[in-house]
């Protein structure tokens, strides 16, 4: 049984490409643009992928889903079994309406609990069941109220029973971990709460991720700079807390990725990115 990887578009395009496809390389390679590898439009981008176990199992592919949100709030959830039948030039996994994009993509269980955050630091939770399954072609409904001038910046779900923390980014290099508890369950398409205390020295919110105690946090600069930092030393803190500083920023420089990874233990190039990380600050 093969995995494959299933990417998806900000204009709501799903394609598919077995893992064994993929060419290897080492963590200081340079990859091969995914244009080479998959049918993507010119005018297109990859904005989420998701690795699911073999297409051919009829109860995964019955028991799960792909829940996804889009950066004007929307979102959708469809039956994996709906991704069970690959076409080269990829399907539609979401009409995604003009002045809008796809930002986010989740596998879940259907029992998860879905956090979403906007860029102007508000966060709304709410259980996955108020999303009613729907088609392909569907457009989605409402997950999140924000403004005009505000958008979604990510979506995380949490298994029903994960020990898992909140922790969010701000674009000056700002971060803060906090309890899933903290945010409390409201019903879907509310305005949220708030996530991070937004202020001109922390700059707009910029990601959400659910990390635990074995993870590192990933921090790729538009510069090239990488640091990785283990999430078990940042201090838990409030919703309503500013943050502490993650990296420092050099002028014009900004945030292009996080991700976070499970932790490695002690090896050498690792460890060179966080020390590389700390003298630039």
Request: charged share 30%; net charge positive.
């Amino acid at each position: 049984m093969h995995n494959t990887m299933l990417f998806f578009t900000e204009n709501g395009k799903c394609f598919w490409l077995k893992v064994y496809e993929i060419p290897e390389g080492t963590k200081s390679s340079k990859g091969r643009a995914i244009q080479n590898l998959i049918n993507i439009e010119n005018d297109d981008v990859v904005r989420a992928y998701i690795n699911v176990k073999g297409l051919d199992d009829t109860d995964y592919l019955k028991n799960n889903y792909i829940v996804l949100c889009t950066k004007r709030g929307i979102i959708k959830k469809t039956p994996l079994e709906a991704y069970s039948r690959p076409r080269q030039n990829g399907v539609i996994a979401v009409t995604v309406k003009e002045g809008d994009q796809l930002i986010e993509a989740c596998l879940t269980d259907g029992k998860s609990h879905i956090l979403i955050a906007a860029r102007n630091g508000k966060a709304i939770r709410f259980p996955e069941h108020l999303v009613r399954p729907i088609g392909r072609t569907g457009s989605g409904v409402r997950a999140i109220s924000i403004s005009p001038d505000d958008e979604v910046v990510g979506m995380v779900c949490v298994e029903e029973n994960a020990s898992k923390d909140i922790l969010v980014v701000s674009e000056n290099g700002y971060g803060k971990r906090s309890r899933l508890e903290d945010y409390r369950i409201t019903n879907r398409g509310g305005k949220g709460v708030k996530t991070i205390n937004i202020t001109p020295k922390t700059g707009k919110l910029i990601s959400i991720k659910a990390v635990d105690e074995n993870n590192d946090l990933m921090i790729i600069n538009r510069s090239g700079l990488t640091i990785r930092l283990k999430i078990s030393e940042l201090r838990v803190m409030g919703r309503n807390a500013q943050g502490v500083r993650l990296i420092n920023l050099k002028k014009n420089d900004s945030i292009a990725a996080i991700a976070n990874v499970e932790s490695s233990e002690n090896e050498p190039d690792e460890q060179n990115l966080v020390q590389e990380g700390e003298s630039e600050q």
